[in-house]
C-alpha cells in the first residue's frame, strides 16, 4: 500500500492475531521509578486497547536518552534477548522515538519498533466512526509517518528519463512525501469546511444564549456515562480507553428549569501525542466557547493527581486554562471503605478542591448535588437585576420569563417588578426597564 492510499486504514499494529509487545521504559534523574512503573502500567492497558498483549517490560535508568538507540548499547542487547525469549512481535517505547532512533532499533532488533504515540494513534484509528472523526485521526497519522519516510526507498531505483527529462528524476522517497502532503492539504481543507459548518452551529446557540457545559476529563473516566446519566441519552459506554472519540451534545434541565447543552469531548491521557492535539483541536474549542468545564476524574484510579495533571496540560496547550471548572469526582460506587487506599486518596482529592462533588454516574448516587452545584457555579458570574416592567408590556414580561431565571416577582399597582438574573446579552436587551 503506497502512502497515498489512506492513513487511516493503515493502522500501526496489526489485528488479525494477538501481537506480543515488549514494553520500555526510562527513568531520568528528573523522574522516579514508581512513575516510570505507572507509565508502562498505562501504556500497557493502551497495548491492550489496541489488540496486542504485552509478553515482558524493561527498564532502564538514564542520565539522559541515547541519541541513536534511546537506551544504551548494553540495555538494547538484554532487549534483544527479551524479545527473542517472550518471541515478540513488537517493541513499544512509553516515550517519544525519532525518527533515526525508530530505524536504528529495528535493525539492531530484527523487529518493529514504535513507541506511544504510534499506539494512541493506532487506537484512534480504531474508534473513530464521524467523517470528521476519522479526517482528523487521518490527518494525524499522516503528520506522525511524514517524518518518518527519511530513510525508506534508498533501494528504489530512480524514475526514468526520455528526451529532455534525461537526469536524477524523483525517488521514490520524494514522491510518497509529495502525496502525504497533498492528501494532508485536502484533509485540512475538508476540516475547515467542517470547522466552518460547527460555528455557524455555535453561532445559532449563541444567539439562542442557551448555556454550555463541556464534559472533560481523563480517558475512561466516565464522561460519557455522566452525559447518558444527565440528559437521559444512549451515547455509547464501554470500559475501555477512548471508546468515544466524537464529541456530542445533548440538553438537559437545571433543578431550576434552565435548559443547559451539554458536550462529551474526547479523553485525555499522559503524554498525549501533539499530532492528536493539533488534528481536535477545532473539535476541542467547544471546551473555551462554554460557560463552565465539569472536569471528570475516576476516584478509584491510582494516581489521581496525575490524571488530573494530565488534562490540565492539555487544557493549558488548548488555550482553555483559567476557565471556570467543577470538579466531579466520579465511580463513588468503587470506592472502598474509610480505610480503603483508593478511597482514601479520593477524599483528600475532594479536600484540596473545595466545591468538588462526588459522584456516581452507573447508580446515580450524588446526581442531584451535581445538578444543583452546576447551576450554582453557572450563575457565579451572573447579577441578579431589578425590572419594572409596565402592565401593558405583557409581551416583555412573557420575553423575560424565557430568557432569565426568576428570583422574585411583585405585582405593583402600574407595572411589575421582578428581579431576574440575566446574561449580559439580556440585560443589555430589558436595559430600558431596569428598575431604578
Known sequence: MSPSDSA?????????VRERIVIVGVTFPQGTQAATEAGLDELALLVDTAGADVAGRIVQRRTAPDPATYLGKGKVEELLAKCLEVDADTVVFDDDLSPAQQRNLEKLLGRTAIDRTAVILD??????RTPEGRAQVELALLRYRLPRLRGRGHALSQQAGGIGTRGPGETQLEVDRRRLVQRMTRLEADLRQLDRTRQVQRRGRQRGRQRTVSLVGYTNAGKSTLLNRLCASDVLVENRLFSTLDPRTRRFDLPGGELVLLTDTVGFVRKLPHQVVEAFR????VVLESDLIVHVVDGSAPDLQGQIDAVHSVLTEIGADGMPELLVVNKADALGAGDDDTGEEARRLMAAHPGSVLVSARTGDGIDNLLVTIGDRLRVGDRVVELEIPWARGDVLAAVHRE????SEEAGEAATRIQVVLDDAGKARFAEFLAS
Open 8 to 16: 487511516f486504514t493503515d493502522t500501526l499494529i496489526s489485528r488479525e
Open 123 to 128: 487506537i484512534f484509528a480504531q474508534n473513530a
Open 282 to 285: 477545532s473539535t476541542l474549542e
Open 404 to 407: 432569565g431565571e426568576i428570583v
